[in-house]
């Protein structure tokens, strides 16, 4: 987003990648196979949508940097494009140089062998470490400690509340953050005064609530040995927590982006969310535009950081050598150079991951979507007290087991702890695999 005094370009990627004397070598300083940079390369570079706006509005600034380089951008759906980045590597055919990943499926690509060790020479990107936001670096560390993508941008969580219809029920922010008792108890009078709705599923509760209580270096599901964490005090109280909201029946029982959500939002039937602080220019832009001022923003409940999603871009190690350096050239411009970072978050509200960012006037700008309200500055608060949880290969798995148990918790009247016991017996056949 470019909001800088950015004096040098060229200067500033060359001190940010570290490569000691030949930091300011051209792409063709690398050590070529053959002795000889290709005349005309291109660069492929696969991506989900709106990461490929960015990378777009990105490129001539680099391209200027590299005059005749190609860059071909591959954009597909992000289930799609996932799925295909997974082929792609397990057979060698069709890889992109540079891919990008969305964090929750970083513990699907981590702990192969398929994609370089950024920490490793020549890219060493362990040099960089102080640069970024903590969790978003550290998460991308596999078991063996290999560095497997660098992070571009992050999703800091945050609850977003209908100030006006808090003000119908004599309600604040501080009868809804202090703890998820809390919350669920102003819920009752949010809809005892206003019929609104607290949450559009019960089940986003529990997503929040099993993150709290999490010890350094400890996965959502899995420990660093791939132990079973879930028949634990964290997820009973987070599965009490979601079926204590849907008995009161201040849940509306609806998936997140279906139809019935984003009119929930325009009718003013559902009075908070919980997600990323992405999702306020997903609302103001898309979902209910006409809701501009009425909304706030505020810290999650109980004083529980988490982070919705974030982007990483790494490189396939089986991927074109003669392409290596441009590939790690262009996740550098894209992760390492500040006025890049704030024109992403400027063009798609992708939120930086380069600590260099954070001390930026651009987080005190008011939002007019939030009244009038910094929101930025809460983010960025957030952003510095999330704690990495470590990527596993059955994460997604896991949130489909967990989310299939606490369905059956909430509609069926299964007891939780049995519930639990059953996940853990379904994880762990599956965790060695």
């Not at 570290?18 to 930091?23: C, F, Q, R, S």
């Not at 020549?122 to 993508?149: C, E, K, L, T, W």
């Amino acid at each position: 987003m470019n909001r800088n005094s950015a004096p040098d370009r060229r200067r500033i990627l060359a001190a940010a990648a570290g490569w000691g004397a030949a930091a300011a070598l051209p792409a063709h300083a690398w050590p070529w196979p053959r002795g000889d940079a290709p005349k005309h390369p291109q660069l492929i570079v696969a991506v989900f949508p709106l990461l490929d706006q960015i990378i777009k509005a990105a490129l001539p600034g680099w391209q200027r940097r590299h005059p005749g380089v190609d860059v071909q951008i591959i954009t597909r759906q992000y289930g799609d494009h996932h799925t295909a980045m997974t082929t792609a590597l397990s057979t060698a055919v069709r890889l992109p140089d540079v891919m990008a990943l969305e964090s929750s499926f970083l513990g699907r690509f981590a702990p192969g062998r398929g994609l370089d060790d950024l920490a490793q020479s020549p890219y060493d990107i362990g040099r960089f470490r102080s640069r970024f936001v903590p969790f978003a670096y550290d998460q991308a560390i596999n078991s063996r400690g290999q560095m497997v993508a660098a992070p571009t941008d992050i999703g800091p969580g945050t609850l977003l509340y209908r100030a006006d219809l808090l003000a119908k029920a004599g309600l604040s922010a501080d009868d809804l953050t202090p703890s998820w008792d809390a919350y669920i108890d102003a819920g009752i009078r949010l809809k005892a005064t206003t019929g609104a709705y607290l949450i559009s599923n019960a089940v986003l509760v529990k997503d929040i609530a099993q993150r709290s209580g999490m010890q350094p270096g400890e996965g959502v599901y899995f420990d660093k040995d791939s132990r079973v964490l879930v028949n634990s005090p964290r997820f009973v109280r987070a599965f009490e927590l979601a079926r204590r909201v849907r008995q009161l029946k201040l849940d509306a029982r609806i998936r997140t982006w279906s139809n019935e959500w984003a009119e929930g939002f325009r009718r003013g039937t559902l009075a908070t969310e919980l997600g990323g602080a992405w999702m306020v220019g997903q609302m103001a832009d898309h979902v209910a535009p006409a809701t501009k001022g009425l909304w706030r923003a505020a810290q999650l409940p109980g004083q529980t950081f988490v982070s919705y999603g974030g982007t990483y871009y790494a490189i396939p190690r089986q991927s074109a050598s003669a392409n290596k350096a441009l590939a790690w050239d262009l996740i550098q411009w894209l992760t390492l150079q500040r006025e890049q970072q704030f024109s992403a978050f400027k063009l798609q509200d992708a939120f930086p991951a380069l600590l260099d960012t954070l001390d930026d006037p651009f987080f005190e700008q008011p939002l007019p979507f939030l009244g009038g309200q910094p929101g930025r500055l809460l983010w960025r608060d957030a952003a510095r007290q999330i704690m990495a949880t470590p990527p596993h290969k059955q994460n997604n798995f896991a949130d489909e087991v967990m989310n299939a148990e606490l369905g059956n918790v909430l509609d069926h009247g299964k007891n939780i702890q049995q519930a639990l016991a059953d996940a853990e017996r379904l994880l762990v056949r599956r965790a060695t695999r």
